[in-house]
């Protein structure tokens, strides 16, 4: 039985969950892939997950338009394949209140800045990296935290330094700031697996 049952949500490309499931096929990490969620249905996320024979839903107001069957559904899917960590990677949405009190300290958000810089509602995808380099910061970098209420709070598990480049662009930083996520999510996780990091 591995160490850790991980239920993905996540909008977009997915890149992050593919280094995560990576490290579990290659034994990097003591952790089972359960389900992947997204509220996007062309996401490539799902694309990845069909590609990893990974059990997938796309739930979203769309397919939920009351936002407490949506919480419900989300719920169901993450408690039905025994997730025991839920892993939010570019999740663009909230989590319902059953969700977040299910799982209260074991949902774990990334964020592409060193929060509590650059964090908050509205703070998502190439808007961070444009306030790190209008702010002249010279380190960025990621963030890993336990998710609540509020978008980018949380008590911080983890953080990861990038240096800005005195000629970086709001993508080049993106780019070198996405490699390091996939290194510090997948390090979190086996500290947490190890026993080594503990979320209560
Ligand atoms: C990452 O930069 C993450 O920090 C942010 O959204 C992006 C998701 O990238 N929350 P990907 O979908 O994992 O490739």
Redesign the pocket.
């Known amino acids: 039985m591995p160490r850790l049952r991980l239920g993905f949500l996540?909008?977009?490309?997915?890149?992050?969950?593919q280094a995560i499931v990576d490290a579990c096929k290659g034994g990097d990490l003591d952790a089972e892939p359960r389900v992947v969620i997204s509220n996007n249905r062309d996401s490539q996320?799902l694309e990845r997950a069909r590609a990893e024979n990974i059990p997938w839903f796309h739930l979203s107001s769309r397919t939920h338009p009351e936002p407490e069957e949506l919480d419900a559904a989300v719920l169901a899917a993450l408690t039905e394949h025994d997730v025991d960590t839920v892993i939010?990677?570019?999740?663009m949405k909230k989590l319902g209140p059953r969700t977040l009190e299910r799982y209260r300290k074991r949902v774990l958000?990334?964020?592409?800045a060193l929060l509590p810089k650059h964090g908050g509602q509205g703070m998502?995808?190439i808007k961070v990296h444009e306030a790190v380099l209008a702010a002249g910061d010279e380190v960025s970098g990621?963030t890993i935290h336990l998710a609540d209420e509020e978008y980018d709070r949380g008590p911080i598990l983890a953080q990861a330094e990038v240096r800005v480049e005195p000629d970086d662009t709001p993508e080049t930083l993106?780019a070198r700031?996405?490699e390091v996520?996939h290194l510090l999510y997948v390090d979190t996780l086996r500290r947490i697996s190890r026993g080594e990091l503990a979320l209560s």
Do not use: D, R
């Open positions: 996540a909008s977009h490309g997915g890149s992050n969950v996320v939010l990677a570019g999740y958000n990334i964020h592409p998502y995808g990621a993106a700031v996405l996520e």
